[in-house]
C-alpha cells in the first residue's frame, strides 16, 4: 500500500474509531467487565468473558450473566475462596456451546492458582513478557503454558489434563497458530488506554505490542480493506493485519478493532456485496469489495 493510500485509509478508519465510541458498547461482553471498578475484579471477569466469546452474541451474554451470578458478583473474593471440591458443583448444569460446568470450574480453579501464587493475573503475564519484543506472541505463549502447567488433579477424573479437556480451549496459544482471538481481546480491554473503551490498568505493558482478536467480522473487512491477504484466520493473518495498523498508529494498532468488529456485529457490512449498506457505509472510499 503506497503512503497516499496509507494516509487515506488512516482518515477514514481514524472516522471510525471516533464515530464507535462507549455508546455503542452494547452488545458486548465487555459491558460486564464495565461494572467493576476494582481491578482485581476487571482481570478476573475480563478473563473469563473474554473466554466465553464465541458464538452467538445473546448466548456469550447470557452464559457471563450466569458466571457472575454464581460469583454473587463478586468475581474477586469468589476466586480466592473457591474450593474445588465443594464449589464446583455450582457449575453444573453450565452450558456454553463446547464447554461445559467442569471445564468453567476447573478453568475458575487455575486463576484461583495463579492469583494464589502471583497476586494478580497482571504480575504472571509479566513473568514472560519482554519490552524488546516484537510483540506479545512469546508472552502469551508463556502465559497459556504456565496456566496448563497448574494442578487440575480435582477434574477431569484426576488423571491430569487431557489432550481433550475443555479447558484447553479457554486456553488457546500461537504457538499452535491459533489466532488467540478472545485472549488478544482480554489484553486489549486490559492494556488499551486512551479512549472510554478499554480500560488500560495494565500499564507495564505496551499498546503497541498487541495484536487484533481476529473474530470474523475483522478478518473479512480487514481483506476488504487490503490489510492482509491471508484467507486463514490464524495468527499469521492477526499478526499481518496488526503490521498494516502500526502503518496508522505504531503506538496503538488495535484501537480499530471495536470499530471494526462493530461494523460487523451490527450487520452495516454484510458477508456479501449489498449495493444499499455499501453505499452507506463509512468505509466505502477505501473498501475494494
Known sequence: MNPMDLLLLKRYLDGLYHKFDIKY???????FVHKF?????????????ASLAYGRVDLILNSAAHILSIMDDKPYDFIKSFDP?????????FVHRFNNGEDMACFIYLIKQVIDSYGSILDFFKKGY??????IASALTKFVKGFLEMDCSPFYNG?????????????????????????NLFLRWMVRRGDSIDFGIWK?????????????????????????????????????????????????????DF????????????KKKDHKKCKACDLRPVCQL
Open 259 to 270: 470499530a471494526l468488529s462493530r461494523l460487523g456485529i451490527m450487520n452495516y457490512c454484510p
Open 159 to 183: 488423571n491430569g489434563l487431557p489432550k481433550d479437556a475443555g479447558v484447553r480451549f479457554f486456553l488457546p496459544s500461537p504457538e499452535g497458530g491459533s489466532a488467540c482471538k478472545r485472549l
Open 130 to 135: 519482554r519490552h524488546e519484543d516484537e510483540n
Open 85 to 93: 471440591k465443594l464449589d464446583s458443583k455450582k457449575f453444573r448444569g
Open 204 to 256: 507495564d505493558i505496551s499498546p503497541s505490542k498487541l495484536i487484533v482478536p481476529l473474530d470474523t467480522h475483522v478478518a473479512r473487512i480487514s481483506r476488504h480493506l487490503g490489510l492482509t491477504k491471508h484467507k486463514n484466520p490464524n495468527w499469521r493473518m492477526a499478526a499481518d493485519i496488526t503490521v498494516n495498523l502500526k502503518k496508522l498508529d505504531q503506538n496503538d494498532p488495535v484501537k480499530y
Open 25 to 31: 458498547l452494547s452488545p458486548d461482553p465487555l459491558e
Open 37 to 49: 471498578h476494582s481491578q482485581k475484579d476487571q482481570e478476573i471477569i475480563g478473563l473469563i468473558t
